[in-house]
């Protein structure tokens, strides 16, 4: 019988390994997160590269330590394995380096992620007046309203470049996750509650977001745009908006809070009444049992 030879085998393993490495070199501008496009998006890549750094460092180490102990321990034939002593308990130094170093690790990840948390809390640029929109999660849509404004908008949204935006989260129904992975991490947005989330477009574009959150039979469809626009150009499109598009009433934002699927709609008004009647639908969804 011939004798097998894994040599072979694992240099192949090594090269796809090398060439899946290679590869992956070239994806960072197809892998949205590793792409951002605000303030917000690249604090957390920032952290994103961190945890890969330390990651790699800890698989060099564990690999370098595997393939030293199969060389220098291996049995061959007619002689012992070198140095190896079966009898061998406790090493002080060695228990110390493997308990001191990931504590080390842990700290340097875990203190930069609590700063980012708290700083993430607020404005992310200090300069100019933040915009808030209140977003609303609805089987299987995205409702946004423009306190500001007064329009809203649903599967779209449409936020000036350069201007923080606080974006206040709720839903009617089942609670989803409000993710625009090009400009920050996601948040869920639940019944009966208002999570907010700050995220900042640096510059004009189209950024695609997402319900990052099972949902039901729709949930597929559930993405949305994010129309980033200069300040002239979103003062322009509000004003055409007021002008042209239809006023949001009552009969049509009912529809709105039912399971379904639409296109994306504008409308050139918004009532604080259709806030209320969705808080309270939203505190239906939550209280009521079975209720979707």
């Not at 920032?46 to 060099?60: E, N, Q, T």
């Not at 200069?230 to 003062?235: K, T």
Request: proline share 9%.
């Amino acid at each position: 019988m011939p004798k097998v030879r894994p040599r072979k085998k694992s240099t192949k393993l090594g090269l796809a390994v090398i060439a899946s490495l290679l590869l992956l070199t070239g994806c960072g501008q197809r892998i949205t997160v590793l792409n951002p496009q605000g303030p917000v998006a690249r604090q957390e890549y920032h952290l994103i590269i961190l945890s890969i750094v330390i990651m790699s460092f800890v698989l060099a180490v564990v690999m370098t330590i595997f393939i030293y102990v199969l060389v220098k321990f291996r049995a061959r034939p007619g002689k012992d394995p070198e140095g190896y002593n079966p009898e061998l308990a406790g090493y002080g130094k060695l228990e110390i380096i493997w308990t001191v170093v990931p504590i080390l690790m842990m700290i340097a990840l875990a203190v930069p992620t609590v700063k980012m948390i708290y700083r993430l809390q607020h404005p992310p640029t200090p300069t100019g007046d933040p915009m808030t929109i209140q977003v609303t999660s609805v089987d299987w849509k995205w409702i946004f309203e423009y306190p500001q404004q007064g329009i809203e908008t649903v599967n779209y949204v449409a936020i000036p470049a350069g201007i923080p935006v606080d974006f206040k989260l709720s839903a009617v129904g089942p609670m989803n996750s409000f993710w625009v992975p090009a400009l920050g991490g996601q948040e869920y947005a639940m019944p009966g509650m208002n999570m907010p989330l700050w995220l900042e477009a640096s510059n004009p574009g189209t950024y695609l977001g997402w319900g990052a959150n099972f949902t039901g039979a729709g949930f597929a469809d559930m993405h949305f745009n994010v129309l980033s626009k200069s300040q002239n150009a979103f003062n322009q499109w509000v004003s055409n908006v007021k002008q042209t598009a239809p006023k949001l009433t009552e009969v049509t934002y009912r529809k709105l809070l039912q399971p379904g699927e639409v296109p994306t709609m504008t409308f050139s008004s918004m009532d604080s009444q259709f806030t209320q009647m969705n808080a309270e639908m939203s505190s239906l969804s939550q209280t009521i049992p079975g209720k979707q």
